[in-house]
């Protein structure tokens, strides 16, 4: 079957949710073989959108997601 855009999805939000997620884990939660899951994350890191250390698929550290959020400082949270 290989991957499509469904399983791209997936795994990409599994791995936004979890900060750090490994292939077997995500193939686990998707019910996707792990050489699609392997053959997606190929793609994904080709495109710069996932980070693959230690066996594991994370978020690139460029998108700022670890930095400390600040409520207040996205302009959303209203009048306090």
């Known amino acids: 079957m290989g991957c499509n855009s469904e399983l791209k999805s997936k795994i ?15 193939s686990e939660l998707t019910k996707s073989p792990i050489e699609e899951i392997k053959s997606c994350g190929q793609e994904l890191k080709s495109k710069k959108l996932i980070e693959e250390c230690c066996g594991k698929y994370s978020t690139p550290a460029i998108l700022g997601l670890k930095a400390d959020y600040t409520p207040g400082d996205d302009g959303c949270s209203g009048a306090g």
């Open 12 to 26: 990409l939000t599994l791995i936004y949710q979890r900060g750090e997620i490994s292939p077997e884990k995500l």
